[in-house]
């Protein structure tokens, strides 16, 4: 499975940004597709992921709100809107997909559960 992000850039506080990700390959067995980011010397982060075959979503706490997650079936994508965003938005986002056994939301949140990864795509928020 190869996934490719795009869509991050330059944006003021309070601005908007939508982040798409495109997969290709072998994709039929993939459940869920996520958002994670990662800032400088932290790790990385859960932000928002979706079951690919039913419109159930998750958020971290701090985009809820903010941030909308949601899909292309036809074209293969999943995308990341992004509104009012703030400062602490600022870090380089990576999509990832996940084949789980179990659609339970402590997995769906978890880096570790996902084996596919994008290239990342920087995202900074100017105060």
């Known amino acids: 499975v190869q996934l490719q992000a795009s869509g991050g850039g330059l944006v003021q506080a309070g601005g908007s940004l939508r982040l798409s990700c495109a997969a290709s390959g072998r994709t039929l067995g993939i459940n869920v597709r996520g958002w994670f980011r990662q800032a400088p010397g932290k790790e990385r982060e859960f932000v928002a992921a979706?079951?690919?075959?039913?419109?159930?979503?998750y958020y971290a706490d701090s985009v809820k709100g903010r941030f909308t997650i949601s899909r292309n079936i036809a074209e293969n994508t999943v995308s990341l809107q992004m509104n009012s965003l703030k400062p602490e938005d600022t870090a380089v986002y990576y999509c990832?997909?996940?084949?789980?056994?179990?659609?339970?939301?402590?997995?769906?949140?978890?880096?570790?559960?996902?084996?596919?990864w994008g290239q990342g795509t920087q995202v900074t928020v100017s105060s």
């Open positions: 990832a997909s996940a084949s789980l056994r179990a659609l339970r939301e402590e997995f769906v949140k978890d880096r570790t559960s996902y084996n596919n």
């Open positions: 979706m079951y690919w075959r039913e419109t159930f979503t």
